[in-house]
């Protein structure tokens, strides 16, 4: 009797030890897993162009359509408004990022934690985690002769509201800095349809509020030295500033936007080292604090 209870102690310690393990690698798993986001795909994705005046008339209650012909003209309820013509989906049922021109998933950057990537000739942004999109939206970049600088970037500080560095009469709601010297950040602005900023990444309010929320602040050593930096920002391509809005282009051909898994993988690629060297820094600095 004492040996088949001596055995059975041990079968129990066994089995105690083994759920013990795998429920640390499912704990683990779970910290590390990537996002799931489940969202609407609509039947088809085609455009036409509306008179604005009219197609506002007959959607003024359609809350989902209004925010999907927003963030397809690149604009705000405000600016919607003063446009002659807009460019709106045949079907509104999707999710707004199914109109919009970045991928879903990208597998090449299941590495990366947390990036932002902004498409200057698409005049929008999208935010990865490991490689699943989790937030895509319109923005207006910087004007002709006031550029968004291209390349890489990190977040740094934020503010809820701030002073714009160019005009202090210029309030900045939600404001995120990405170049700390040159005053370069995205905010909550009005969004006219075009690049038309001071350099600055403009954004509707939602989503300036989602990205403040969601995108790491710097840390700093001292006021002069920076111990951790956020959030990688990736800012891309070229815009014709001569040619007619290039989302007008999407009633003929509705893919003609679009951005390739490959694309972003080529414009990722020579900044890799760099944001996985800063992503262990900022791990192993959140470690020491545990």
């Known amino acids: 009797m004492k040996k088949i209870a001596l055995l059975l102690n041990i079968i129990v310690m066994i089995l105690l030890v083994s759920c013990k393990q795998q429920g640390d690698v499912e704990n683990n798993d779970s910290v590390d897993s990537e996002p799931v986001i489940k969202r609407q795909e609509p039947k088809n994705v085609s455009y036409r162009i509306e008179k604005t005046k009219q197609w506002l008339a007959e959607n003024a209650t359609n809350s989902k359509a209004l925010k999907i012909a927003y963030a397809v003209n690149r604009t705000d309820a405000t600016n919607l408004k003063k446009m002659d013509s807009i460019i709106v989906p045949e079907d509104v049922s999707g999710d707004v990022e199914f109109y919009l021109p970045f991928p879903l998933t990208v597998p090449y950057l299941k590495e990366i934690k947390k990036i932002v990537?902004?498409?200057?000739?698409?005049?929008?942004?999208?935010?990865?985690?490991?490689?699943?999109?989790?937030?895509?939206?319109?923005?207006?970049?910087?004007?002709?002769?006031?550029?968004?600088?291209?390349?890489?970037?990190?977040?740094?500080?934020?503010?809820?509201?701030?002073?714009?560095?160019?005009?202090?009469?210029?309030?900045?709601?939600?404001?995120?800095?990405?170049?700390?010297?040159?005053?370069?950040?995205?905010?909550?602005?009005?969004?006219?349809?075009?690049?038309?900023?001071?350099?600055?990444?403009?954004?509707?309010?939602?989503?300036?509020?989602?990205?403040?929320?969601?995108?790491?602040?710097?840390?700093?050593?001292?006021?002069?030295?920076?111990?951790?930096?956020?959030?990688?920002?990736?800012?891309?391509?070229?815009?014709?500033?001569?040619?007619?809005?290039?989302?007008?282009?999407?009633?003929?051909?509705?893919?003609?936007?679009?951005?390739?898994?490959?694309?972003?993988?080529?414009?990722?690629?020579?900044?890799?080292?760099?944001?996985?060297?800063?992503?262990?820094?900022?791990?192993?600095?959140q470690t020491a604090k545990l």
Request: proline letters at 6%; aromatic letters at 14%.
């Open 117 to 285: 990537f902004f498409s200057y000739p698409t005049q929008t942004f999208a935010a990865y985690e490991k490689g699943q999109l989790v937030y895509s939206g319109p923005t207006n970049m910087g004007r002709e002769k006031d550029q968004t600088p291209r390349g890489l970037s990190f977040t740094n500080w934020k503010a809820e509201e701030t002073t714009s560095t160019f005009n202090d009469e210029w309030d900045l709601r939600w404001n995120f800095n990405i170049e700390n010297k040159l005053g370069v950040g995205w905010h909550q602005y009005e969004l006219p349809g075009y690049p038309a900023s001071h350099s600055c990444l403009r954004m509707q309010e939602n989503d300036a509020k989602f990205m403040y929320k969601w995108a790491d602040e710097w840390e700093l050593a001292d006021s002069e030295t920076v111990k951790v930096k956020g959030t990688p920002v990736i800012v891309f391509g070229d815009y014709d500033f001569s040619a007619p809005k290039p989302w007008l282009q999407l009633a003929s051909n509705p893919k003609v936007l679009d951005i390739s898994e490959n694309e972003i993988k080529e414009q990722t690629m020579p900044f890799l080292n760099d944001i996985l060297k800063e992503q262990q820094n900022r791990q192993q600095v």
